[in-house]
């Protein structure tokens, strides 16, 4: 599986937009980037995902380098239930093998 | 969005002893389901990929024998942990893959299953 580097920890204050890097230089031209984030004692839960073009939802925004080996995720606008490790993956093909292979993420924490 | 559900959230058990715990896509079916555990301050760690009707693809390292999985039908997986000794106390968590919106490349996670072995 393709790596991903992401620091360790961030810190943002609540109500200010959060810019979360992540590395991805090993990245094939089929891998998907996916973001999941996983509030303390709680399952991951899905974020955002996207191939080549940048993507917004409801809850955040992917912006994803021309080269394709790096990517950030945006939250506009930070609240502290954003508090959360977020991890960057990269994912085969849709229809392939599927899993995810979480690295260590980016522990954020979000000041009042 | 889809909802999967585990169960018991929480399992406390003597050494020696055997532990199932159930992880049910409630409003979808899921032909795939993920195992993962993790320990305290670490990353999720893929423990098994588990098909519907056959038999799962257990990760390197990963006993077979130690964390049996079950796949029965399109809603349910079962893991159970078997003998189990204090250094499988960790959190387990599952994650379902929903037949109809494979396409959609989403996973969605259970609450996790927090097991502590005396």
């Known amino acids: 599986d393709a790596k991903t580097t992401q620091p360790n920890s961030m810190e943002s204050n609540e109500e200010e937009p959060v810019h979360l890097p992540c590395n991805h230089s090993?990245?094939?031209?089929?891998?998907?980037i996916h973001w999941y984030r996983q509030l303390p004692s709680q399952g991951p839960e899905y974020v955002i995902h996207?191939?080549?073009s940048n993507v917004n939802n409801r809850m955040a925004s992917l912006a994803i380098a021309e080269d394709r080996k790096s990517s950030t995720l945006i939250l506009h606008r930070a609240t502290l239930r954003d508090a959360a490790v977020y991890y960057c993956?990269?994912?085969?093909?849709?229809?392939?093998?599927?899993?995810?292979?979480f690295g260590q993420g980016t522990r954020l924490t979000i000041n009042p | 969005g889809a909802v999967v559900s585990q169960h018991p959230s929480r399992v406390i058990c003597k050494s020696g002893t055997s532990v199932k715990i159930e992880c049910r896509s409630l409003?979808?079916?899921?032909?795939?389901m993920f195992w993962y555990r993790q320990f305290p301050k670490q990353s999720l760690m893929l423990m098994a990929t588990?098909?519907?009707?056959?038999?799962?693809?257990?990760e390197q390292g990963v006993e077979k024998d130690k964390f049996l999985i079950n796949h029965a039908s399109l809603t349910l997986s079962t893991l159970t942990v078997t003998s189990a000794h204090p250094e499988d106390s960790s959190f387990y968590i599952c994650?379902?893959?929903?037949?109809?919106?494979?396409?959609?490349?989403?996973?969605?996670f259970g609450e996790g299953s927090r097991l502590t072995v005396l």
């Open positions: 994650s379902a893959l929903a037949a109809g919106l494979a396409n959609t490349g989403e996973l969605f």
């Open positions: 090993t990245i094939s031209g089929t891998d998907y």
């Open positions: 996207g191939l080549t």
């Open positions: 993956i990269l994912r085969g093909p849709q229809g392939g093998a599927q899993k995810l292979v």
């Open positions: 409003d979808f079916q899921a032909t795939t």
């Open positions: 588990s098909n519907e009707g056959s038999k799962a693809t257990y």
